[in-house]
């Protein structure tokens, strides 16, 4: 059962918000209203008696004015240019949090405005440099074989063009953090995050303080999803600047519209793919050329356009194949990292093609993909071979099976003549890598602990996270098992960077796989000390582990074990050229949709959903399916609804009203299955979950949409008003083929 | 506007509280009473996570000005159960996997409450229907459909012995 469970469903689980400390100021910033601009002056209107705030600029920050992530380009706080609405520049603190809507509004910003580019067509052609001399934040070219080579011997070449929209995390719990301050203890921020030592490690150059003087502590948080991956190093940033100047603690928690319009979101893309197939199905290469829109600052950008490059092949088998990748600035708010991290765009991509390649062959969706599937011993698009175990054909005939798609596939096609109501299946095949791309973990070295108080309760120390998805009970259950003893007598310490170990960011669908194997390296190692120690046997009830931990500690003033992170053997990753083991491992999946689209209206509507993964070995049930669950509404939402409407680089809708999500009435029946094949190097055999079931659902709709109106769609959100343009352009559109 | 007192009973409790009668009911419940178990998830009646009962009704505290609760019977999520006796709707949250990341619970578990006391065995479309006006991001509503199942299925056999 979920650890912090009673505390959620009892209302005392204590989120930031939640938290008030004696003599607490609060926050609030004033950003930017353009796109871009040089700052000329900031006046504050008299009407204000600016006396009772607290206010912070630029010029108060001790050490580097920026948010450290990757390039280290994002500024704290706009000193003399701003590069995005909403960009921070002002900050202002005041004990009653009434007074300060007023005051930000009496901060006027004059600006000497430059130009802007708003889009990724704007970007490319360099409308304005806006980041370094050519807008491009980062670039990978990524190649196998030779796919200058294939074009002669082609029966078919199919090509599409393929685009994604923003997308808003929408945590039900908006962003927050507390600071407080003090000689003796340093600085230390409460917040609402995924990543404590993120946090830690912009905050000490920030505020150019030792590293023992900062202290970051997560408390329950409501929702991430990536959202809090690099924004609450921004926040938490803030906050720490006012109790500097304040000498007294301050919270910052923003509402929702500045939450929507100021913090990061899913990177917008377009994909364009260039393929070559034989007569009877069989790819022969690919080129794909693809484009992230980073927004103003370079934040995540390389990691995101990493993974959307390397997953952009799908799960297929390319013989050639060349990805030319970019992530180019625009002036909005930078975007960032997002459930999937970049492979939701690029399978969107490679799965609605496939259904058009497909039909320019002659073939079946599902017999093209079948032909084409990464089987083992056969390579990725990076070079790394597919292991025993993995079987797409029989995850693809399951998910068909469970989804009646054979028979609905015709019956639909046939009966949506006479229908305004019209019907439609569609299936999308992926995989998803877990864990850190590349030589990530390696870099990383992450290492989890655990110990034992003098009453002998058991805890595991992780900079792990829990946000909803589980973390808390799957590390527990993990020491548990390796312990031998009773989940109950396992806690999680505190995520305090002061007193965990850096098993690194909570991202990246890593923490049951790669943490997970950490807490069982150091649970084994606890058992082991105590074997040793002669204070355990063979075999022991829990009271009898308990009883020797207690004794340990009692003898040795403390018993605390660690796991460190080692790498599986013969791993090889080539930063350069893109060759080698990208993934420790990779989770595998075929999803069904089965949609209606009303031709009255033009709403789709997804009837049924069929989910059928293999992520290694379940370790909960009831959370596993909760993720894959959760993962596909929110992937509904990206299909069909969650539309972000941006006016010059600043989010229009930026209220729940607005911005439409999955409701439950809009959910279909989610049926998940899965196929458990245990991963040799991940904890008990688990592999990645979390991120993957965001990847498929919304080609798998789009697919199904255009079965049933015979239409190419080709980019999400699909909203009716897409819909209805496109039934009235033309009935339906002819795949441009080449030399057939 | 000067403060008004304004008397209600929460949690079977008459509380008295000075504020300005504009003031929401939600920040009055947080921040004069120390209720924190309600949320604010986008103060504009959209999400539900600050739902609550008025007089046996489920609304948006949110959306509603303290001087409108004046006389009214409130329960809030510390209203049902705690940690050691759940209520059995917390109960069937907690077993089927209802709660995820927590923010959207208390305002999910008001309106479970909520349909159940108006329908002890609702349909799964009545659910659906039920729970429409509480936005959940972590679970995909499943977990949460089954959870109200289970809580129906334990109040219709505690209701049998």
Redesign the interface.
Known sequence: ??K????????????I??ITLPGMLHGATVRSSIARGRIKKITFDPAIPWGEFTIVTAADIPGANCIALIQNDWPCLAAEVVNHPEEPIVLLAHADKHRLAEAVAAVRVEYEPLPSVHSIAESERKDAAVWGEDNVLKSYLMEKGDVDAVWAGADFIVEGEYETGAQE?????NNGVIAEYSDAAGLTIYGSMQCPFYVHKSLVKLMALPEDKVRVVQV??????GGKEDYPSMIAAHAALLVRKAGRPVKIVY??AEDMAATTKRHPSRTRHRTAVTKDGKLLGAEIDLVLDGGAYSTLSSTVLSRATIHAGGCYFWPNLRVRSRALATNSPPHGAFRGFGAPQSLFAIERHMDRVAAAVGLAPEELRRRNFLRPGLTTSTGQVIPEGVDLEHLLARAMELSGYKEKRQRFARENERRALKKGIGLAAFLHGAGFTGSGERRMGSVAAMDATADGMLRVLVSSTE????TNTILCQIAAETLGVDYGVVQMGPADTSVVPNSGPTVASRTAMVVGRLVESAAKEMRHVLTEAGLIGEQYSTEEFQRAASMYVGKHGQLRTEGHYEAPPNVFWDDELYRGEAYGAYAWAVYVAEVTVDTVDYRVAVDDFVAVQEVGRVINP??A??Q???????AVGYALYEKVVWQKGRMANN???NYI?A???D?P??RVYFEEVPYKYGAYGAKGIGELPMDGPAPAIVNAVSHATSADFCAVPLLPEDVMTKLAQVKSQVVEVVGA | MSLQRIVMTVNGVERTVDAHPMERLLDVLREKLGLTGTKEGCGEGECGACSVLMDGSLVNSCLIPVAQAAHAQIVTIEGLGSPEKLDPVQEAFLHCGGSQCGMCTPGMIMAAKCLLMHNVKPSREEIREGLGGNLCRCTGYMRIFEAVEAAARKQESEAAR
């Open positions: 059962m979920r912090e469970g009673a505390a959620k469903v009892c209302g005392t689980a204590r989120y918000d939640d995390h929408l945590y039900i719990e329950e948080t409501g929702g991430a999803f509402d929702r946000f909803g998805q589980g009831v959370l399916t909760g894959v669950e959760g993962g596909v509404a929110q209220q729940m009203t999500i409701t439950s009435q959910i029946p989610i």
